[in-house]
C-alpha cells in the first residue's frame, strides 16, 4: 500500500495533525513482518501445550486418543487424590514462608547497598547474583553438603533455606530497580520535616517501591513453586512438595489427573494475576 504521506516527504518539518495522522497510519498499518510472525510463533509453541494438557483433562480416556468428554478425572482429583493436596499445601507453605522472608531480605538489602556506602559494597553487589547464573545441580549440591556438616536434617526446613536462598537475588534485582528511580531528594524532605529514619523507611520508602516489592515477592513464589531440582537435593523424608510428588506420578506414566491439576492451578495463577494487576494499577494510581 503507499504511503498516503509521501507528499509531504520533501517538507523538513510537520505539522502536529499531519505527524498525529502519520503515527496513526503506521499504527493501523497491518503487514506481516519477521517481528510479527516470529512473535506468533513464540506464543504458539508457549501455549500449544497447555491447550492440549486442558483438552485432555476433559478425556474419560487414559489414552492420547479422545473418547468422550468427561469431568471424571477432576472428580478423581478433587475425591480421591489426598497425597496430591498435601504435597500441594507442603509447596504453598515453602512457596509463600521462603518468598516472604526473601522479600525482607531483599528489599533491605536492595534499599542499604544503593543508597549507602560500606566497606566491601561492591563485592556483596557482585556475589548477590550468583545464585541466578550458578546451574541448580550445582546449588543444590553445595547446599546438601552445607547442611550435612552442619548436621541439619533434611526436610521441610531445609527446603525453606535453599529456596529463600536462590529467591533472593531475584527480590534485590527487582526492588533495586524501583530503588533506583527513586528520588532521593523525597527522603530529605522528610527529614526536613522531621521524620526519621524509621518513620521515612516505612512511610515514605516502603510505599513507593511497593510495586517492585510485590514484583519479587510474587517472582518469588512462582520460582518456589515450580522448583524441583534443588528441592530433590535438599528433601528429606515427609517433605515431598508438589513437583517431586508429579514427578513421582509420571515415571510410571502422564496420569489425566495431572492435566486437571494443572487446568486448575492455570485457572487460580491467571486469577491472582488479574487481581494482581487491577491492584496495582489501582495503587500507583492513588500514589
Known amino acids: 500500500m503507499k504511503n498516503p504521506f509521501s507528499l509531504f516527504a520533501n517538507k523538513k518539518k ?12 503506521k499504527k493501523h498499518n497491518t503487514h506481516i513482518s519477521f517481528s510479527n510472525t516470529a512473535l506468533c510463533l513464540a506464543l504458539l509453541f508457549l501455549f500449544i501445550p497447555l491447550f492440549v494438557i486442558i483438552f485432555y483433562s476433559f478425556n474419560e480416556s487414559k489414552d492420547t486418543t479422545f473418547t468422550r468428554f468427561s469431568f471424571v478425572w ?6 480421591g487424590s489426598g497425597d496430591l493436596w498435601a504435597s500441594l499445601a507442603k509447596s504453598l507453605l515453602v512457596a509463600f514462608s521462603s518468598a516472604l522472608v526473601a522479600t525482607l531480605i531483599g528489599s533491605l538489602a536492595s534499599i542499604g547497598i544503593s543508597w549507602y556506602k560500606f566497606f566491601g559494597r561492591k563485592y ?3 556475589i548477590s547474583f550468583l545464585p ?12 546438601l553438603i552445607f547442611f550435612s556438616g552442619i548436621k541439619l536434617s533434611l526436610g521441610l526446613f531445609t527446603i525453606f533455606i535453599a529456596h529463600t536462598t536462590f529467591c533472593l537475588p531475584f527480590v534485590y534485582l527487582m526492588v533495586s530497580a524501583r530503588v533506583d528511580e527513586f528520588d532521593y531528594s523525597i527522603i530529605e524532605a522528610s ?34 513453586l515450580e522448583d ?44 491472582i494475576t488479574f487481581i494482581l494487576r487491577k491492584g496495582l494499577k489501582n495503587f500507583a494510581a492513588s500514589r
Not at 477432576?74 to 475425591?79: G, I, M, Q, R, S
Not at 515427609?238 to 513421582?248: A, C, D, F, K, R
Request: hydrophobic share 50%; aromatic share 10%; glycine share 6%.
Open 191 to 224: 527529614h526536613d520535616l522531621g521524620a526519621n529514619e524509621v518513620q521515612t523507611l516505612f512511610k515514605v520508602i516502603i510505599p513507593a517501591i511497593m510495586p517492585g516489592i510485590l514484583s519479587g515477592f510474587m517472582m518469588s513464589v512462582t520460582m518456589s
Open 132 to 143: 541466578m547464573v550458578l546451574p541448580e545441580v550445582i546449588m543444590g549440591v553445595s547446599m
Open 228 to 271: 524441583y531440582v534443588i528441592t530433590s537435593l535438599v528433601s528429606g523424608p515427609g517433605s515431598t512438595t508438589l513437583p517431586l510428588y508429579v514427578y513421582s506420578m509420571i515415571r510410571f506414566g502422564v496420569s489425566p489427573v495431572i492435566n486437571s491439576l494443572s487446568f486448575v492451578l492455570i485457572l487460580a495463577i491467571c486469577l
Open 14 to 25: 510537520f505539522s502536529e495533525p499531519t505527524r498525529h495522522a502519520k503515527r496513526s497510519w
Open 74 to 79: 477432576y472428580e478423581k482429583l478433587f475425591l
Open 124 to 126: 556483596i553487589q557482585s
